[in-house]
């Protein structure tokens, strides 16, 4: 039996920028990652839009993806030989009647001059041709835009490594174990057992069974969502950027973004969900397409070349969930990531391994991440 003093469970990105922050804090030779795949980062973390967007109603939350874009804009020397932000430029478009939402949030960020700029009619016409909906305002984010998935994820291994963290593939934890009421490692599905003082739960939509099942308390909810890639279309410009539209209501959000030559898509469906059932929704590719056809005519009957799904974990208050569980010593979350685990992802793992090494967190991120909040507990 291996005995580690922080062991994680999970080597999608919350697990991988744990590692990587705490290497980069001389720790990495206490850290072992336990991954149930072949392959790092093969869920959610492949699965997702790429897309760096950092604006959303919390500014607190706004804040975590204005740092951790940061960093990613700017990584350490030897982080990544290529850059991890495509700036294609990011505009979001408020339908009518939400036009003051979206501006309260615009008005909360605290951001250099140009990092924002709202567009008229003619404005959005410009930066996106392709583009028809409604529009009661548009805002322009010319820094934002597509992030380099894989990029990342190899930056944040190879630090790791480099620092130490022993990184174990194809090792699925089948339980975890319990002494004293303490949780003091994991048991795998090969029988073989790894012993932790402290086990971290990155496990994204599978975090929440584990942790249930040894009495912890803290809740997520497992949600799917689609994305399509259309064929390639001769109008489609690859310069075009992103657009996120806020319609009328909730079910009419969709986004969009060149890719391949023809345009990604989704129809911002949240559909619950059993991690070990992920299935495509038929009707969620029929909701893309009607979609298509109302924002995106110039695609006219290209169909989608690709379609799949993929898990985002989210929780009642859409904060992530970072800390020590409250009622299991022992047990640590990194989870609940939600739709944004990418762009939060260096600020998530930077909060994640100072709470861990007991150094000082900003009480604000604290207590919005707690898995002590009512939020998250059942
Ligand atoms: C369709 C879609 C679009 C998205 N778009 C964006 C976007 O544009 N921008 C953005 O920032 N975010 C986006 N997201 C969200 C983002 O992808 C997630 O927040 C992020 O990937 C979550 O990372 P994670 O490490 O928590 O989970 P995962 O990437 O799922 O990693 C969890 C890991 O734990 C492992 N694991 C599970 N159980 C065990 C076990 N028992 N033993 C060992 N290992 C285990 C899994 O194999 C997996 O590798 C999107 C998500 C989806 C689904």
């Not at 291996?2 to 980069?24: C, D, E, R, S, Y």
Request: aromatic letters at 6%.
């Amino acid at each position: 039996m291996q005995n580690t003093p922080i062991l994680i469970v999970g080597g999608g990105i919350a697990g991988l920028t744990t590692a990587w922050h705490l290497a980069k804090s001389g720790c990495g030779a206490s850290v072992t990652l336990l991954e149930a795949e072949n392959q790092l980062g093969s869920h959610s973390t492949a699965l997702n839009a790429a897309i760096l967007r950092t604006l959303g109603p919390d500014p607190l939350f706004t804040r975590i993806g204005l740092q951790s874009a940061e960093f990613l804009r700017n990584p350490p020397p030897g982080f990544s030989e290529v850059p991890l932000i495509d700036a294609l430029g990011l505009v979001l478009v408020a339908a009518p009647g939400r036009q003051e939402e979206i501006r309260a949030w615009v008005a909360a960020l605290q951001v250099p001059e140009g990092h924002v700029e709202e567009l008229d009619r003619d404005g959005l016409r410009a930066a996106m041709p392709g583009f028809e909906a409604e529009v009661g305002a548009a805002w322009s984010f010319p820094r934002e835009g597509r992030l380099d998935i894989a990029a990342i994820v190899a930056g944040f291994t190879r630090g790791a490594r480099e620092g130490g963290v022993e990184i174990r593939r194809g090792a699925r934890v089948a339980s975890l174990l319990e002494e004293a009421g303490r949780v003091v490692g994991v048991r795998l599905t090969d029988g073989n057992s790894v012993r932790g003082e402290t086990t971290v739960l990155a496990a994204g939509g599978w975090a929440q069974a584990l942790g249930r099942s040894v009495g912890s308390r803290v809740r997520l909810r497992p949600t799917l969502r689609h994305l399509g890639v259309t064929a390639p279309v001769a109008s489609v410009e690859r310069s075009w950027p992103v657009v996120w539209y806020f319609g009328a209501s909730n079910e009419e959000e969709f986004y969009c973004r060149p890719e391949g030559g023809g345009m990604m898509v989704s129809a911002c469906e949240v559909v619950d969900t059993d991690p070990d059932r992920l299935e495509i929704v038929d009707e969620c590719r029929t909701e893309i397409a009607r979609k298509c056809g109302v924002h995106l005519p110039l695609l006219e009957e290209s169909g989608l070349a690709h379609f799949w799904c993929g898990m985002r974990t989210l929780t009642e208050d859409g904060h992530f969930v970072v800390g020590a569980d409250p009622d299991r010593p022992g047990l640590f979350w990194v989870a609940g990531l939600g739709g944004s685990g990418m762009v939060a992802s260096a600020e998530v793992g930077r909060i994640a391994s100072a709470l861990l090494l007991g150094e000082d967190v900003e009480p604000e991120l604290v207590k919005a991440m707690s898995p002590k909040r009512s939020a998250v507990r059942a």
